[in-house]
């Protein structure tokens, strides 16, 4: 009978020239390994030549899972495992998993049997949480708010944080980060506390809570083209 391989799921930067937030021994398990399942395998070669990994990039063999995945193919991508080969699932940043596509093949390998090794390394949304102030103890994150009618979404938010002492946190596009921010200075009550984390560890990170009456009087500029996540307090 086979042994099954390990699925290691393998943290990458939040960015460019953030490499130094991954764990050197998360590194070198990147390095030993050879099948490789990406959200985007432009990006995750990419990560790899900027690790300067002991042999050519075309030994690894990636295979890509993201939204678009049809479901009949997941168990496809964890063949190598189920053959008795390590393997490592990264997403496009950050953790996977996490706000990511491969939370599916994480739970396929759980029904399977295979050993599910979680790796250190950054999380945007639980490193925002930790500089926004807010509540640690009790919070959720909604991934992305609805595009049609964003400002109930930001109403319901509000709620749930005052009713609850409860945190929220959700994302956005980073093309849309203008008009939510347009959105919750309009329908959030003063005294809301709207946190704004963009470009986490990277050299241009930006951290601010204030009220929104705060912001009000101080809107921010110059977050369309920057990852952000949004907390609500």
């Known amino acids: 009978m086979t042994k099954f391989g390990k699925l290691y799921l393998l943290p990458c930067p939040l960015g460019d020239d953030a490499l130094e937030t991954i764990p050197g021994y998360v590194v070198e398990i990147l390095h ?7 959200e985007r395998a432009k990006t995750t070669r990419h990560f790899i030549k900027a690790t300067n990994p002991p042999k050519p990039i075309s030994d690894y063999q990636i295979e890509e899972l993201n939204e678009h995945t049809p479901t009949v193919e997941l168990e496809a991508l964890l063949k190598p495992a189920l053959e ?3 393997l490592g699932i990264l997403s496009e940043a950050g953790c996977p998993g996490i706000a990511d ?3 599916k093949l994480v739970e396929i390998a759980h029904r399977k049997g295979v050993e599910v090794v ?3 390394g950054p999380s945007s949304i639980l490193l925002a949480l930790m500089a926004s102030g807010m509540n640690g103890q009790s919070f959720t994150f909604h991934g992305y708010l609805s595009a049609k009618s964003p400002a109930d979404d930001l109403k319901r938010l509000e ?3 005052t009713k609850h002492h409860q945190t929220q946190v959700f994302i956005e596009t980073p093309y849309r980060n ?3 921010i347009e959105q919750a200075m309009k329908v959030l009550q003063p005294n809301t506390k709207f946190c704004i984390a963009a470009d986490l560890t990277l050299a241009t990170q930006l951290v601010q809570t204030k009220t929104i009456g705060e912001w009000r009087k101080a809107p921010p ?4 083209k920057r990852p952000v996540v949004f907390l609500v307090g």
């Open 32 to 38: 030993r390994l050879t099948h490789l399942v990406a």
């Open 84 to 86: 008795g080969h390590d």
């Open 101 to 103: 596509p491969g939370a």
């Open 118 to 120: 979680p790796l250190v």
């Open 159 to 161: 709620q749930l944080a």
């Open 178 to 180: 203008k008009a939510i």
């Open 221 to 224: 500029t110059g977050l369309d």
